[in-house]
């Protein structure tokens, strides 16, 4: 199982989740499972992508990873630091610097009454990574450089931007404390698809330049596989599948995500015409109290919840549609 694995040791790992969890309105009618009882790390330099329907709980595990929401239960390393320890103000503000997020909204996520310059600059006053005005300055044009925006709209407010030139400020934003890790929370999924392909590769070109790691929140199952080193499927607060993303596309075995895929429109008109939507049924992963059920390996970093029993079944099954392939 999961909590029982070693890290790779050619590979540092960066963060480390065991047994988060998540419950708004604990004791109340309307107790939620936001998060319940995940484990999985991210490696230094790779981007996990983090896929499920719309309430599944991706972004509140984005959130609960970089403090912007409080964690119930469980521990969360980063760079082998528990976060929930981080109490001084000088060890809170050194965890943002090095952890930053990228937005859904790209409109909500920038002050409207605040210029870019401003937007950019105060993280480097309350960093303290520019002494004067004119370092400030010379830091946030850049950065929009960086992004693709021209200098000359530093004096602007994001009510005058589009929304893809928004959320391109949000990444100059985030990128300005050079940070180490970037949760990016569905930052595609209020843009255009031609400005979604911009953003991607944007991120990409960062990410190889600067050697960044990222979470990968989305949706969109055709950006996730394109950007992502690996990817975790979720579904009602637990992760349900993890894998290499080539791997996850060959061979998926869990049914949630293969009903997840058989849902993803293909570019190709005469597969997609073929196309068969695939229903998952969750009373068949309800577990009686006496199964030894978590996240258990399948084959070598392909990683399934299920039942210890259904081991062996997903072994067999995997090693059918390797044959078959």
Not at 187 to 192: E, I, K, Y
Not at 204 to 209: A, C, G, N, P, T
Not at 211 to 236: C, G, N, P, Q
Request: charged share 25%; aromatic share 8%.
């Amino acid at each position: 199982m999961m909590n029982a694995r070693p890290a790779q040791q050619d590979r540092e790992v960066i963060l480390q989740v065991r047994g988060l969890k998540k419950v708004f309105n604990p004791g109340k009618n309307n107790e939620v499972h936001a998060i319940d009882d995940i484990s999985f790390d991210i490696y230094r330099g790779e981007t996990l992508g983090l896929v499920g329907e719309s309430g599944s709980g991706k972004s509140t595990t984005g959130r609960s990873i970089i403090k912007l929401d409080s964690i119930t239960s469980g521990t969360v390393l980063y760079k082998g630091r528990d976060i929930t320890q981080l109490n001084s103000k000088k060890e809170v503000l050194e965890f943002r610097k090095s952890m930053q997020m990228i937005f859904q909204d790209p409109f909500a996520s920038l002050n409207p009454r605040i210029p870019v310059k401003n937007i950019i600059g105060d993280a480097l006053r309350v960093h303290n990574l520019c002494q004067t005005d004119a370092e400030v300055n010379k830091r946030v044009n850049e950065l929009l450089d960086v992004v693709g925006i021209n200098r000359s709209y530093a004096n602007r407010y994001p009510t005058e931007f589009s929304g893809g030139q928004c959320q391109r400020i949000g990444i100059a934003r985030a990128l300005c404390v050079r940070p180490d890790f970037i949760v990016a929370d569905e930052c595609l999924s209020a843009l255009d698809v031609s400005i979604q392909a911009q953003i991607v590769n944007l991120l990409i070109k960062l990410r190889k330049e600067r050697e960044m790691t990222y979470l990968f929140i989305a949706h969109d199952l055709a950006m996730v596989k394109y950007i992502s080193d690996r990817i975790a499927v979720m579904k009602d607060g637990k992760i349900l599948e993890l894998a290499a993303a080539e791997e996850l596309y060959a061979f998926p075995l869990h049914p949630y995500t293969i009903s997840l895929l058989s849902a993803s429109p293909l570019t190709d008109l005469y597969k997609e015409k073929k196309r068969k939507r695939m229903d998952y049924d969750s009373s068949f992963h309800k577990y009686p109290a006496d199964k030894v059920v978590g996240m258990f390996e399948i084959s070598k970093e392909h990683w399934i919840y299920c039942s210890e029993d259904e081991v062996a079944n997903y072994q067999k099954t995997l090693s059918g549609m390797r044959m078959a392939n």
